[in-house]
């Protein structure tokens, strides 16, 4: 139910996200690669102002 939740890692796809620092620090610069939720590497469009990355199965995050 939470962005906090994430069980996979919207960096580098694999599982126990939170663990992993380098990542961290990379979603703070950068959009999400694959879905928190079940790992799936994503569909990203980035513009000037923000970016929308669509899951097949989760749909749309934007930021
Ligand atoms: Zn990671
Ligand atoms: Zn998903």
Do not use: N
Request: aromatic share 4%; with cysteine; glycine share 10%.
């Amino acid at each position: 139910m939470s962005d906090l939740m994430q069980t996979f890692c919207t960096q580098c796809g694999e599982e126990s996200a939170g663990l992993h620092a380098d990542c961290a620090m990379q979603a703070v610069l950068s959009p999400p690669r694959y879905c928190g939720d079940c790992g799936r590497r994503m569909k990203v469009q980035v513009t000037p102002l923000h970016w929308v990355a669509v899951c097949s199965v989760h749909g749309e995050i934007t930021g």
